[in-house]
Nanobody, 118 residues
C-alpha cells in the first residue's frame, strides 16, 4: 500500500494562494492516479482534482476549475495542488489520495488543513 504525506496547508486570506504537496512512499507506476479530496467543516468529503502519472492528464471538480492546478513530478514521487483565488468555501481538510482505478481512493494521506479567512 502506497503511503501518502501531505504538506503545505495553512491560513490565507480570500483571494490568496497556497500550494499543497503530496509525497508518495514509493515510485508510482504509469497507470497510477494521484488526487486531492477535501472535507469542509460539517460536510462530506468531495473530489477536487486528479492527475495521471503516465500521461499527466488532469481532472477537476467544477468548483475549482480555473483556480486550482494539479501537477506531478515523477522523479520526486510528488504531486502538487496550486490553489489560487481562494474563497472561504475552500476551507477544508485536504487529503492526498491515490489508486490505480477511478476514483483514486485506495490510499489516503493524513490530511492538511486549509483555512481561507474572509
Amino acid at each position: 500500500q502506497v503511503q501518502l504525506v501531505e504538506s503545505g496547508g495553512g491560513l490565507v486570506q480570500t483571494g490568496g494562494s497556497l500550494t499543497l504537496s503530496c509525497t508518495a512512499s514509493e515510485r508510482l507506476y504509469s497507470s497510477y492516479i494521484l488526487g486531492w479530496f477535501r472535507q469542509p467543516p460539517g460536510k462530506d468529503r468531495e473530489f477536487v482534482a486528479a492527475v495521471r502519472q503516465g500521461t499527466g492528464g488532469t481532472t477537476y471538480a467544477d468548483s475549482v476549475k480555473g483556480r486550482f492546478t494539479i501537477s506531478r513530478d515523477r522523479s520526486k514521487n510528488q504531486a502538487y495542488l496550486q490553489m489560487n483565488s481562494l474563497k472561504p468555501e475552500d476551507t477544508a481538510v485536504y487529503y492526498c489520495t491515490g489508486g490505480s482505478t477511478w476514483p483514486p481512493q485506495s490510499s489516503w494521506g493524513q490530511g492538511t488543513q486549509v483555512t481561507v479567512s474572509s
